[in-house]
């Protein structure tokens, strides 16, 4: 039995969600689309491309358009995840204190470039630009916690809880 | 009586572990039989003492920080809950230098009340702008924030009360109010700290809009990197309808104003109001041509304000204790105060609410106390991504901005990134071309292919490859963007690059030397 695709996607029936609600719930809403991507997302984690035929025949959009809105914004992703985002802020602010070094240690430890997940699939790195607590730079966002002033221990410390 | 114990769930202050304090207070407490009463507030936003932690007596709040879970055992030692003595003892709150010299108008209670307390929001003068602008017609409170002076603090500093007047003059049923709560400036967190900390003042702002310019839906677009300003806004906003605050008849008046907080999804673009309502609309965030301006038609083709956080949170303040008030504050065409961000290396780094007027300095050395790192400061970055740089020899204009218009350079939306010497400003130079290429929203040549190409000179004059005609090739390509960029993206990416530049040539010309050699 092959749940997947032609594209190697998870089919929408086999998705551990269930689309058909979120969009009965989101549908009549003006300007529908991101929430209704948003709530797919904080369901699954990203976004499957297996859901866009669906959302487009509720909203009345085509699926070039769906495809065009996930992809223009960062937030969104195409592809499942490991269990935890680590999120490096790239920005100004933090470079002053020392995000650069932050950053090269994270993808030396974790052997991966951002957009990347490791091997055992624990971490996905991403780059961020702006956590807002440029008071405390440098700054990371582990899934939904956020840290400020943080040393590469800091980070070591954090991957190795996320790992564990 | 229970002794109140205030501890921020700020984000930033949660980022230097304010949760495990709170979670290790209430649980020694416990172990020791003592009986108090936490309540999170926002923060005061002295950040470098964060976690801080207030108690409540008879002669004021009495600080401590920066408090650790491991300093909990010796705090309840030191019997801080009567407000004694402790190594992290601050004083009292109020009596702080730092917190003292200011003038927190817009702030006014950011770090003071229990943020999604209505009650205490109300205890606290707020709803009294709403209260009076009922009481007056739309075109009178429109005129109460056009004499106040108030300009858009967002970065642009078009004047308030005049985008106002053009929504109110529009003779159609449906309007909208969209706060942009996209604060994606890196060294910005202003908004961060309204919503999270007084998220009432934004509601009551936007409320007072609507009645005002006629239009009874209101959005706040808020970036998704805000979680708790998320979980914020959306309780304020309960409490504000549940009590009549919002809805279809707020407070009897028989006008109607309904408000949704809208996710943003990453997209530093869609800070920009054009690329914003295109976001809202469910569409991907293109800057649209103006004219039409969306105070004509903006939102689903509607006559729209769009205002950011600290405009819409200065006006209940305006609406309450008068436009002369307000406008008292503050130097030439730059009226009231203005929430300066300090951030990046800097010691003292946080929040200080001023009028405007003061120099850049003071802001660095008697408020921020120089580098985090004791190093001298070489550089700052004034207004975000897409400000100038500045250097030493500008630290003493004031903040005003005229002052910052004369000098090629922009006060954006508050935020001072500082730099020390070790700060290679060809990499800064390189960044803001990177940044914008990553954020362009692709709709114009200049920003869409400029922002990729500027990267990939800088990366030969960085490898010290034919460094002069390279840097003429920046600032050709700079003119382009500058005067080509359907939007702020792409024509103020030059600012942060050419200032560097200009200001900073060494950092250029020490790659021409390897070069020669």
């Not at chain 1, 669906?54 to 960062?74: M, P, Q």
């Not at chain 1, 974790?110 to 624990?122: R, S």
């Not at chain 2, 050395?365 to 991504?385: E, H, K, L, W």
Request: charged residues 20%; proline residues 4%; negative net charge.
């Amino acid at each position: 039995m092959n749940n997947c695709d032609y594209f190697g996607e998870i089919k929408l029936q086999d998705l551990p969600m269930d689309i058909e609600a979120l969009i009965n719930e989101h549908q009549h809403m003006p300007g529908a689309l991101l929430p209704l991507l948003h709530a797919i997302q904080d369901n699954l984690s990203y976004i499957p491309e297996s859901t866009y035929s669906a959302i487009s025949k509720a909203l009345n959009i085509s699926v070039a358009e769906v495809h065009g809105v996930v992809t223009f914004y960062h937030h969104f992703r195409t592809h499942k995840p490991g269990r935890h985002i680590l999120q490096i802020c790239r920005a100004e602010s933090c470079q002053a204190l020392g995000s650069v070094a932050l950053e090269a240690h994270a993808k030396k430890c974790l052997n991966i470039d951002y957009h990347q997940t490791t091997k055992d699939d624990a971490i996905t790195l991403e780059p961020v630009y702006c956590l807002g607590n440029c008071a405390l730079s440098p700054a990371v966002m582990m899934d939904d916690e956020i840290y400020g002033r943080v040393t590469l221990a800091d980070l070591d410390v954090l991957v190795t809880e996320a790992t564990a | 009586m229970m002794t109140k114990i205030y501890i921020p769930r700020d984000s930033s202050a949660l980022s230097m572990g304010a949760e495990k304090v709170a979670l290790a207070i209430g649980s020694e407490a416990k172990k020791r039989g003592i009986e108090i009463e936490i309540i999170r507030n926002g923060s005061r936003g002295l950040y470098w003492l964060e976690t801080m932690v207030e108690v409540d007596t008879n002669a004021g709040r009495v600080a401590y920080g920066p408090v650790k879970v491991q300093d909990v055992p010796s705090l309840f030692d030191a019997d801080f809950v009567h407000a004694k003595a402790h190594v992290l003892s601050l004083g009292l709150t109020e009596q702080i230098d730092w917190l003292k010299k200011q003038q927190r108008l817009t702030f006014a209670r950011v770090g003071i009340t229990d943020p999604i307390s209505l009650e205490d929001y109300i205890a606290h003068d707020g709803y009294q702008g709403l209260k009076n602008a009922l009481s007056l017609s739309p075109a009178d409170i429109v005129k109460t924030v056009t004499d106040s002076g108030l300009r858009g603090r967002g970065g642009a500093a078009f004047p308030t009360g005049i985008k106002w007047n053009t929504v109110l003059g529009c003779q159609v049923e449906q309007k909208y109010i969209v706060c942009n709560a996209d604060e994606g400036d890196s060294g910005t967190y202003s908004d961060r700290m309204i919503m999270e900390g007084d998220p009432f003042v934004l509601i009551e702002g936007m409320t007072i809009a609507g009645i005002a310019v006629g239009a009874n839906q209101g959005y706040i677009y808020l970036r998704s990197e805000y979680p708790h300003a998320l979980v914020a806004l959306n309780a304020a906003i309960e409490a504000a309808n549940q009590a009549g605050y919002l809805g279809a008849d707020v407070l009897g008046s028989g006008k109607a104003f309904h408000l949704e907080v809208r996710r943003a999804a990453g997209a530093y673009v869609c800070g920009e109001e054009t690329s914003l309502l295109e976001s809202l609309e469910g569409k991907r965030g293109q800057v649209r041509f103006k004219p039409p301006l969306p105070a004509i038609e903006g939102l689903f083709g509607k006559p729209t304000v769009v205002n950011n956080v600290i405009s819409l949170a200065t006006v209940p303040i305006i609406m309450h204790k008068g436009a002369r008030y307000y406008a008292d504050f503050g130097m030439g065409r730059s009226r009231g105060t203005l929430p300066i961000q300090l951030a990046g290396n800097i010691k003292h780094s946080g929040l200080v609410e001023l009028a405007f007027g003061a120099t850049l300095r003071e802001l660095l050395y008697d408020f921020g106390g120089g580098s985090a790192t004791g190093r001298p400061i070489r550089a700052v970055q004034v207004g975000g991504p897409l400000g100038a740089f500045l250097p030493e020899s500008q630290f003493d204009t004031p903040l005003d901005y005229e002052a910052f218009s004369q000098l090629w350079a922009v006060l954006g939306h508050g935020g001072i990134v500082a730099f020390d010497d070790t700060v290679d400003m060809a990499l800064m130079a390189r960044y803001a071309f990177e940044f914008c290429a990553i954020e362009s929203c692709g709709k114009c040549t200049p920003c869409r292919i400029g922002s990729t190409r500027g990267a990939e000179v800088m990366d030969q004059i960085i490898a010290g490859k034919d460094v002069v005609k390279n840097i003429k090739l920046v600032r050709d390509l700079s003119d382009t963007m500058l005067n080509g960029s359907l939007c702020a993206l792409g024509g103020m990416t030059p600012y942060p690059v050419l200032s560097a530049i200009n200001h900073f040539p060494k950092d250029f010309e020490t790659k021409k030397a390897i070069t020669a050699a």
